[in-house]
T-cell receptor
Framework: AQSVSQHNHHVILSEAASLELGCNYSYGGTVNLFWYVQYPGQHLQLLLKYFSGDPLVKGIKGFEAEFIKSKFSFNLRKPSVQWSDTAEYFCAVNAGTGRRALTFGSGTRLQVQP | NAGVTQTPKFQVLKTGQSMTLQCAQDMNHNSMYWYRQDPGMGLRLIYYSASEGTTDKGEVPNGYNVSRLNKREFSLRLESAAPSQTSVYFC???????????FGSGTRLTVV
């Protein structure tokens, strides 16, 4: 079975600080990887996704993530956060074949202070 | 606007009551999903439907039933609500060949 771990449960940063949120998954085969963002009171929105190819993936709003297969990781990064990035961030994975249901991590709550 | 529509947005039930959460998508997606979101636990899959006429259990199916009425609609039913089912419920859909999910705006359910 696939699983996802997000080790940072709550992160507090000041504006302009750099961000890196960790995500590790457990599945031995081909995987598709996603990062979603949930702003307060809203539904989840896709930030970026990785299926294959270049392991450095760029998403919306200046976010990027790097797939490191040897480490089973897909960490999310942003060079300079803004107050508007305050939200909860979820990493998700599904197997490259078979079931297409996503397995989500427990989420990381990011608070950006002005 | 194209997307996933969920109703109702909020609901309070008494223990033992039943209700159905509705979900409809107009993107011609084959696959639809129901998740529940609880603090500190992320989203957990309740049921999913890979195509019209098929449904499968997810991680936490107990206490729920689903119906894939047609390609557009995928409903979630609580036959006898329990306080443990207090949660935010999200419906989502996706094209067959992967891609990200499109989520509905969620239903906040409280069972007292």
């Amino acid at each position: 079975a696939q699983s996802v771990s997000q080790h940072n449960h709550h992160v507090i940063l000041s504006e302009a600080a750099s961000l890196e949120l960790g995500c590790n998954y457990s599945y031995g085969g081909t995987v598709n990887l996603f990062w979603y963002v949930q702003y307060p009171g809203q539904h989840l929105q896709l930030l970026l996704k990785y299926f294959s190819g270049d392991p450095l993936v760029k998403g919306i709003k200046g976010f990027e993530a790097e797939f490191i297969k040897s480490k089973f990781s897909f960490n999310l990064r942003k060079p300079s956060v803004q107050w508007s990035d305050t939200a909860e961030y979820f990493c998700a994975v599904n197997a490259g074949t078979g079931r297409r249901a996503l397995t989500f991590g427990s989420g990381t709550r990011l608070q950006v202070q002005p | 606007n194209a997307g996933v529509t969920q109703t109702p947005k909020f609901q309070v039930l008494k223990t033992g009551q039943s209700m159905t959460l509705q979900c409809a998508q107009d993107m011609n997606h084959n696959s639809m999903y129901w998740y529940r979101q609880d603090p500190g636990m992320g989203l957990r899959l309740i049921y999913y439907s890979a195509s019209e006429g098929t449904t499968d259990k997810g991680e936490v199916p107990n206490g729920y039933n689903v119906s894939r009425l047609n390609k557009r609609e995928f409903s979630l039913r609580l036959e006898s609500a329990a306080p443990s089912q207090t949660s935010v419920y999200f419906c989502a859909s996706t094209p067959d060949r992967g891609g990200g999910y499109t989520f509905g705006s969620g239903t906040r359910l409280t069972v007292v």
